[in-house]
């Protein structure tokens, strides 16, 4: 490495220098292992740009990069990854930050205001990348559409909002809005157009979430402007870079030559494109490039050129120059371009715009990932790749199958570079395609790719020329020459469809044990594109035929058009003569949306850095059960910088135990590890990279223990239970089993997997030691929990242990108990170490340790009469709980509650069993074990509508409770809205109409099927036990009139904050711009429940009125005195008079009666109801669906606000539409979680929300027992998104008649592709089953 030195000139730069926000950043020592986004928030100290996975997976990290180029003097501005960025590759550029922008105090920037107003932002930990695209966006284009909103949020997700609100914000800013908002205000015309309140009636005027003419104009004039230094000193982007960091040298060489000396004498430096797959390698494998190579000066690598055999590609020319450069040949000259539509079509759904605008064609290929998406398409094209080195100089190497050696390694030697690509034209009589089927459409990775290539003989159907490539087939992209051979000659035809498959299953034959898993649906998928193909072609060649295919199987090969979105928010304001400054019932925006829209608001991990503050990392154990022999830390402590390791070994046993009801857990592991997410030690060091580094040597000695539990079934074999089943009786099952007819019972079971909260902010916390006390600020839904153990964990009192939460980015009922993993031991070393210790849990740690949704499994069976109405009903349920009880037991309850879903049973046996496996230990999550639960009613009330031949809406709709029926928890049921919600939503979906719409289409369509299904819910609410149904409130008025409260409740973007802010603007008569809320902490309130069960609104609600009941009293005298007077003069003189201007209020609600020995007594406050309809699109041979449209109607009684709770909703909705469709949970058969990030584990992104998306509130429905009759909605609505799960299941039905196979079948949770697709059986899945076993091991299991 010394010698390198002789290769760099010796003038390179060794200093970066770059602009963040206008200002000049010179960093003479920079390291080339910096992120961007590290370097921003550790080193800039600029919080706004978020860490949410550090993989280029959510977009959190968003920023935009602009940079002038002198050739044709224009500034050229990206979104980009601030997570994949090196820094090194900064020089010379321009960087721009959420705080760059705009800010709440001076100016915000109308991308800002638009997301804030709209209620676009909820825990805002997503805002700020969100805003950051929006803003490159508008500054690289000056007219935008529709699509391009779509394209541009590609990279970013959102686990709050259901995105529909941040749509309906930014499409203020498409052309036609923008353009007439603008200029419209002349003459008579309002800006707002047809939306313009004087074209509404009174009611849809005031039915309005947010008012669109308030929004200040964008005026792209006023951006910020380039730093002029960066446009005339032109060197920066001239010079060679030399920056060397600890392990890691930055080259940035100025010419080929130099590129190609370098590699000669270290063939293993890196050339480095976007980042996108090094720093991925770099990150997650803990691979060290010791010397990367920046080609970004080299001329011939960045170039796009058309030749007279096609066009050329420089190598690190970026997938956005690419496709911008294919769309203009094709349009430029339309005909020949088959490869090049099919590349630019296939880059649309390729990774997210912000991987896109940095990630090369070179990176692609020289990766080498056999589920590439660009490697099928340049395979069967047979691309030219032009090749250099310094010994062998040129060579071109042809693209074919054998170019990839084995599994990511290619032709192309160490010691060469990939100069250019060579793409052919097509020709008249030949055909391309390219496919590409992955778990979700936009921004995931491919399960099977093809590209498809063949050339008819002139004014003929046979086939001259065929080549067939395929991606997620094998360990490369591979050519399937054989079938590809085979087709020569043959005519286009069902015949030679026939030699296709056969070929095609002989070249491909994958077993269960196949990375990646899924192996029959791949091999499903490899027919099944190319049969696609196969129609397309068919369609295009009608003539040649000499017979035409059935119109209905064209559907085969139709391509979903894109839809744009529409919404639609139904609510009432009741205004009953109230007060101006009254907000309650109002939409007003979450209080901290403009703060989280300008990167302003502050999370556990922005707390600013003390000088001498350590970091901590978690050892987890790699043993799914296993005894610990030994623990060396020998080796970590010797990496500079790491000063302690925290084992079982620095604890007493009675101080080392966690468990939020059963202490059945340990901080550190002691003896013996139960599961992956057990915590052996902590590393405890001075920067966070030498505490990561020192975790990777901390060494364990494990013997492995059996058995290995993963799965429900796993543990019904081996009996493995916590305790006895939760039983509960009603009625004589028995005897109505007895004497019900074979053909009245019905039975089955359902199935579903783990869901993972996906909380955008990972786990994170802070604490500081202060002489004997200690400062814990955690990232937890219950901080006095966290106190409270913390203080047992260290042996000191509970007073001395302050615990605090300022927001939270998402909880979800993730972050209720499993908080403790990461906080106590933080807690711990800054207490021993006495120094400030800060954690954050990488998005892999967190997802592998943390805890998941219960996976279920639920047999029922049930008996009913002629007319379909329930007479008993039995459930078995078995929930994967983990490996310790945490609140399972809790769970369980809400489970066995919510079993009747709507519908009345009279007659019920349950036998609920925890399953104790060796999973991480599952836990709270939204709905709680209610969507398991609803989930299998629905199921059983479908069975008895088609054991009877019925429509399931008539035997819903029987069964469906009324008024006054008591619940198989024998609590009866007043105020009972669900027929309600069931009859609007029937008639506001238009559902009888659509649903013979779409038996129209199912009959036009042989591939393609519609579905529809409605559903109701009921959701109840209490926390179950009276302990926790208790809050406490302290308001606290100052003498300028200001208002502080606090509550014992957390704000995790659910808008409770804000509401309590409209519950005080009520009972004191003050306007909400007067109150805040600071942040949660128990050295105010002290003993408070976790933020949980829907609940805190209400609980908190009351807490607040009680404690500014108190202070109105108090201030009374003085508005009697003075009644014209303000708030202010009457709060000055109460205080002259010194009144005391601080209350406390609490809240005990009412005593919960259920017994269940007996099962009687209320068990619930009250019920929170609803009913939705979805109706979907399934494509049949691949399984995808697109949900065209959700009507949802909900009884919230009389809403707090409108904004938050309808933002609830469709959160909610899009959340449990994650959990029945793509979410899954995929784990090894010992336990070892697989999908440890956003690229394998996929939550729903822009793309896949309704279509249309319509949500109204149930009017005139006031709930007597909550705080100005509202209702809890935080969990009640999730269980909504079954609607889909059901439509796609009729749409399945559908084909499945159509192919002449069974009805009836099952579908488990969640209804990924693979299941649909599998479910849609027909001549292609017949071939591919069964998949044979080689060595009896499957890749993965379902838990
Ligand atoms: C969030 C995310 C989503 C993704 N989605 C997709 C997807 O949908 N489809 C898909 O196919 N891939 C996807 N990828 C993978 C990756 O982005 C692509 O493979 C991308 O093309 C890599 O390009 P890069 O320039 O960033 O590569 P880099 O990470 O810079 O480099 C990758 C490799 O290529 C080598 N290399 C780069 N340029 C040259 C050259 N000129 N000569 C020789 N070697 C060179 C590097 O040395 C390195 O070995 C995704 C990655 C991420 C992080
Ligand atoms: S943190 Fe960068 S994309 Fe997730
Ligand atoms: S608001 Fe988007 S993740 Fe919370």
């Not at 395609?433 to 921004?443: C, I, M, P």
């Not at 030690?681 to 505490?691: D, L, N, P, R, Y």
């Not at 013979?996 to 409605?1014: A, Q, T």
Request: aromatic share 10%; hydrophobic share 35%; charged share 20%.
């Amino acid at each position: 490495m010394e010698n390198i030195q002789k290769l760099i000139p010796k003038d390179a730069q060794t200093v970066l220098v770059f602009f963040v926000n206008g200002k000049k950043i010179t960093e003479p020592a920079p390291d080339p292992e910096w992120t961007l986004l590290w370097y921003l928030r550790r080193k800039l100290r600029l919080t706004g740009t978020k860490y949410g996975c550090g993989e280029g997976g959510c977009g959190a990290c968003t920023v935009m990069l602009s940079q002038y180029n002198a050739r044709d003097d224009k500034i050229k501005h990206i979104a980009v990854n601030a997570c994949l960025t090196p820094v090194c590759a900064m020089h010379g550029l321009a960087v721009t930050t959420v705080e760059g922008i705009g800010s709440s105090q001076e100016k915000l920037h109308a991308v800002q205001e638009r997301i804030a107003k709209s209620h676009g932002s909820q825990c805002g930990f997503c805002t700020p990348g969100i805003v950051m695209s929006m803003y490159a966006l508008l500054r690289n284009k000056t007219k935008i559409q529709e699509k391009d909103i779509e394209s541009a949020f590609q990279g970013n997700l959102c686990r709050c909002t259901g995105y529909r609100p941040i749509i309906e914000g930014f499409k203020t800013f498409v052309e036609a809005w923008e353009t007439q908002y603008a200029n419209g205000n002349k003459g008579n015309s309002c800006v707002m157009g047809e939306e313009c309140c004087r074209n509404m009636k009174t009611n849809e005027a005031k039915s309005m979430l947010y008012d669109k003419s308030s929004f200040q104009p964008y005026d792209p004039t006023q951006e910020p402007i380039f730093p002029p230094e960066l446009k005339i000193n032109t060197t920066y982007q001239k010079e060679y870079l030399y920056f060397k960091g600890e392990s890691v040298l930055w080259l940035r060489p100025q010419n080929l030559h130099d590129v190609l000396s370098i590699k000669k004498y270290y063939p293993h430096s890196k050339i480095v494109g976007g980042n996108s797959e090094i720093g991925v390698e770099m990150k997650f494998k803990k691979i060290t490039y010791p010397i990367l190579l920046s080609p970004s000066l080299i001329t011939e690598m960045n170039f796009c050129s058309v030749t007279n055999k096609g066009v050329e590609i420089g190598s690190s020319t970026t997938l956005t120059e690419i496709a911008k450069f294919l769309r203009d040949v094709v349009t430029k000259n339309p005909g020949r371009f088959n490869i090049f539509e099919a590349i630019t079509d296939m880059l649309h759904w390729f990774a997210g715009n912000q991987v896109r605008n940095v990630a090369s064609l070179a990176g692609n290929i020289i990766t080498a990932s056999p589920i590439s998406d660009l490697n099928p398409i340049l395979m069967a094209s047979n691309a030219v790749l032009n090749v250099y080195s310094m010994d062998k100089g040129q060579r071109q190497v042809v693209m074919n199958e054998s170019f990839f050696k084995g599994y990511r390694r290619t032709v192309i030697e160490d010691q060469e570079i990939l100069m250019s690509i060579e793409i052919p034209f097509t020709k008249e009589s030949q055909f391309f395609k390219a496919y590409k089927q992955a778990k979700r459409k936009e921004d995931d990775i491919s399960i099977v790719t093809a590209a498809f290539n063949i050339t008819l003989k002139e004014n003929s159907n046979v086939v001259e020329e065929a080549t067939l490539c395929y991606g997620g087939m094998g360990p490369t992209t591979k050519c399937a020459t054989k079938t590809s051979k085979a087709m020569q000659y043959l005519s286009w035809n069902q015949n030679m469809l026939n030699v296709v498959f056969e070929n095609l299953l002989q070249e491909f034959d994958l077993d269960i044990s196949v990375p990646g898993g899924m192996a029959e649906y791949r091999k499903s998928l490899c027919l099944s594109l190319f049969f696609r193909f196969y129609v397309d072609v068919f369609s295009k060649i009608q003539k040649y035929n000499g017979t035409t295919m059935p119109s209905q199987y064209l559907s085969a090969a139709t391509e979903e058009s894109t839809l744009s979105w529409k919404s639609s928010q139904y609510f009432e304001i009741t205004d009953n003569n109230r007060k101006v400054s009254d907000s309650v019932g109002k939409p007003v925006p979450h209080m901290s949306a403009f703060k989280q829209a300008c990167g302003e608001a502050l999370y556990c991990d922005d707390i600013p850095h003390f000088e001498d503050e350590l970091f901590l990392t978690l050892v987890f154990s790699t043993k799914t059960h296993a005894e610990i022999v030994s623990i060396d830390a020998s080796k970590a402590l010797s990496v500079p910088g790491v000063v302690a390791f925290l084992s079982a070994l620095d604890l007493e046993d009675n101080r080392n135990k966690l468990g939020p009801i059963f202490k059945d857990e340990e901080i550190f592991a002691s003896k013996v590890v139960t599961s992956r997410s057990c915590v052996v030690g902590a590393v405890i060091a001075k920067s966070e990279s030498a505490a990561r580094k020192g975790k990777d040597l901390v060494s364990v000695i494990y013997n492995a223990l059996h058995p290995v539990i993963v799965t429900i079934e796993d543990a019904i074999a081996h009996k493995s239970y916590f305790s006895s089943p939760r039983v509960l009786k009603k009625g004589d099952v028995v005897d109505v089993f007895k004497n019900t007819k074979p053909n009245r019972i019905i039975g089955g079971h359902v199935r579903s997997g783990a869901q993972e909260h996906f909380y955008l902010e990972t786990m994170s916390a802070f604490a500081i030691r202060r002489e004997d006390e200690l400062e814990i600020i955690s990232s937890t839904q219950n901080p006095a929990e966290i106190g409270h153990l913390a203080s047992q964990a260290l042996g000191i009192s509970n007073n001395k242990v302050v615990s605090k939460v300022k927001r939270l980015g998402g909880g979800f009922g993730g972050k209720e108990t499993r908080a403790t993993i990461l906080a106590i031991p933080v807690a711990i070393a800054s207490y021993k170490l006495k120094k400030p210790v800060r954690a954050i849990l990488d998005r892999d740690e967190d997802m592998q340790a943390t805890g998941y949704r219960h996976p279920c499994l639920i047999k029922y069976q049930a008996t009913f009469d002629n007319d379909g109405r329930i007479t008993a009903a039995k459930f078995e349920i078995y929930a994967n709980a983990g490996n310790s009880m945490d609140i399972s037991c809790s769970m369980m309850e809400r489970i066995v509650m919510h079993l009747d879903n709507c519908y009345f049973i009279p007659n019920i046996d349950v036998e609920g069993y925890l399953c104790k496996t060796n999973m991480p230990s599952n836990t709270a999550f939204r709905g709680f074990g209610g969507p398991q639960a609803m989930f299998a009613a629905e199921t059983l009330i479908r069975d008895v509508a088609a054991a009877l031949g019925k429509d399931y809406e008539e035997i819903a709709d029987l069964n469906l409770y009324r008024e006054g029926h008591l619940t198989h928890f024998n609590q009866c049921l007043t105020y009972c809205t669900i027929s309600r919600c069931w009859k609007e939503c029937i008639e506001s979906s238009n559902y009888w109409k659509r649903k013979k719409s779409v038996e129209e289409f199912n009959k036009c369509n042989r591939w393609k099927k519609k579905g529809i299904s409605m559903l109701p819910t009921k959701y109840g609410i209490s926390f179950q036990g009276d302990l926790l149904m208790q809050g406490g409130a302290l308001v606290l008025i100052y003498t300028d009139g200001s208002v502080l409260i606090s509550i014992g409740g957390i704000e995790m973007g659910q808008g409770l904050f804000t509401k309590m802010i409209q519950v005080a603007s009520r009972v004191l008569e003050v306007d909400i711009n007067k109150i805040h809320i600071s942040e949660m902490a128990t050295n105010t309130i002290p003993n408070s429940s976790p933020t949980a069960a829907s609940m805190s609104s209400d609980i908190y609600g009351m807490a607040v009125v009680d404690a500014c009941t108190t202070l109105t009293k108090r201030l009374e005298p003085y508005r009697i005195k003075n009644p014209t007077g303000t708030w202010e003069d009457w709060v000055m003189s109460a205080y002259l008079d010194r009144v005391h201007l601080s209350a406390t209020g609490f809240y005990v609600a009412p005593k919960i009666e259920y017994n269940p020995e007996t099962n009687t007594g209320n068990l619930f406050e009250y019920f929170t109801y609803g009913a939705a309809c979805s109706e979907v699109l399934v494509d049949c041979l691949t399984g995808d669906h697109t949900v065209l449209r959700t009507d949802i109607v909900m009884d919230l009684g009389e809403s707090l606000n409108p904004a938050i709770d309808i933002g609830q909703i469709e959160g909610a909705f899009t959340q449990g539409y994650g959990y029945y469709t793509i979410e899954e949970m995929v784990f090894s058969p010992t336990g070892e979680l697989l999908s440890r990030g956003p690229g394998a584990y996929k939550i729903p992104g822009f793309s896949d929300i309704p279509k249309t998306f319509n949500v109204s509130l149930l009017k005139g429905a006031p709930n007597p027992r909550a705080v100005y009759s509202s209702k809890a909605v935080g969990e009640p609505p999730l269980f909504l998104a079954a609607s889909v799960f059901f439509a796609i299941k009729e749409a399945i039905r559908s084909a499945r008649v159509d192919a002449g196979v069974s009805r009836e079948f099952t579908l488990d949770t969640p209804a990924t592709c693979a299941r649909i697709r599998m479910a849609c059986e027909d001549e292609i899945t017949k071939q591919v089953k069964p998949t044979i076993t080689r060595n009896g091991k499957p890749w993965n299991v379902v838990a």
